[in-house]
């Protein structure tokens, strides 16, 4: 079964300019005609601010906006360095909101799936990938929203390649670098899924404009080259594109379960050369002999490790 996997850019520079064209039958690329404005709505242009470099604190960088026509809305949208800064509780609770509730949950959004990431040394700033966490407040410090957000020197992990993107930047600003970037996504998880994980609130598209309006401005600030949101809801897509993100379409391929209750009920949906030449396959693996364990995560010890790198 075919799937559509999407993803938006958005380059800091609205001069820079790419010709419509399709790449492949799966993907392509176009720049959207509505033009951006790369100047905050707080901080003010980049030219004024050339100093701000990406390798300062993410702590010290905040942003505040007032919600017109609703009285004490003042938003605060802040950074930081690690989830564990962000309450397991508060962010599981803007996921939720975010993915349409406990039924549609979402464990690759969770405070313990990319907290494990960090702990793990995965997505650390050694590896490339610097966290900036977004996390948007109301004056009564109540969490309104988070992003998971990554500041990242190069672009694996990310199982979109922009090698043709960074090749493009070069080539117009040979004096700027591409990297580092801002991406907003779940490393090494090509799962679609909101990025922006917004609480239930009635004014809460303002959040998200004021949101993408600070990230805007901290990709100009810090004289980033752009801001990537991967695989996020076909939702986000739209309200990306529509404030001139650069969209990509591609195409992934999922197995669907077609109530079938064991493997040959699988293999009578084949043709028969398939059918044939998988039952092949398995009787090669039977014969070595081999026997298969599923451990937990608890039950995986160095030595399980070091013979698999062995």
């Not at 030219?47 to 470099?53: L, M, R």
């Not at 996504?185 to 679609?192: A, E, I, M, Q």
């Not at 404009?209 to 991967?230: E, G, P, R, W, Y």
Request: charged share 20%.
């Amino acid at each position: 079964m075919a799937a559509v996997a999407i993803g938006v850019r958005w380059c800091c520079s609205s001069s820079l300019s790419f010709p419509s064209h399709r790449k492949s039958s799966s993907s392509y690329y176009y720049r959207s005609r509505r033009r951006i404005d790369a100047s905050s709505l707080f901080w003010g242009s980049s030219k004024d601010n050339s100093s701000s470099s990406s390798s300062s604190s993410s702590h010290q960088q905040q942003f505040s906006f007032n919600v017109e026509s609703e009285e004490d809305k003042i938003i605060t949208v802040s950074f930081v360095s690690s989830i564990s800064d962000i309450p397991s509780s508060q962010w599981d609770a803007c996921a939720l909101d975010a993915t349409g509730g406990a039924d549609k949950y979402n464990p690759f959004l969770s405070h313990a799936f990319l907290s494990s990431l960090e702990l793990s040394s995965s997505s650390v700033k050694e590896k490339g990938w610097t966290p900036h966490h977004i996390v948007a407040k109301d004056i009564h410090n109540h969490i309104l929203a988070v992003v998971p957000l990554y500041l990242k020197t190069h672009s694996y992990g990310e199982f979109v390649f922009d090698h043709s993107w960074a090749n493009a930047y070069s080539h117009f600003y040979a004096s700027n670098s591409y990297y580092p970037k801002l991406q907003s996504c779940v490393p090494f998880t090509p799962v679609t899924g909101p990025r922006i994980l917004l609480r239930n609130t009635s004014f809460k598209h303002h959040v998200f404009d004021f949101i993408l309006s600070a990230i805007k401005d901290l990709t100009a600030m810090s004289q980033l080259s752009s801001f990537h949101v991967t695989f996020p809801s076909e939702n986000e897509w739209h309200k990306f594109t529509q404030q001139g993100f650069l969209p990509r379409i591609g195409m992934q391929y999922h197995w669907t379960n077609r109530n079938y209750t064991n493997f040959d009920d699988f293999l009578m949906d084949l043709k028969h050369n398939k059918r044939k030449k998988i039952r092949q396959e398995r009787k090669k693996v039977a014969a070595q002999n081999l026997v298969m364990k599923r451990l937990r995560g608890y039950e995986i010890k160095v030595f399980c490790i070091m013979s698999v790198l062995n």
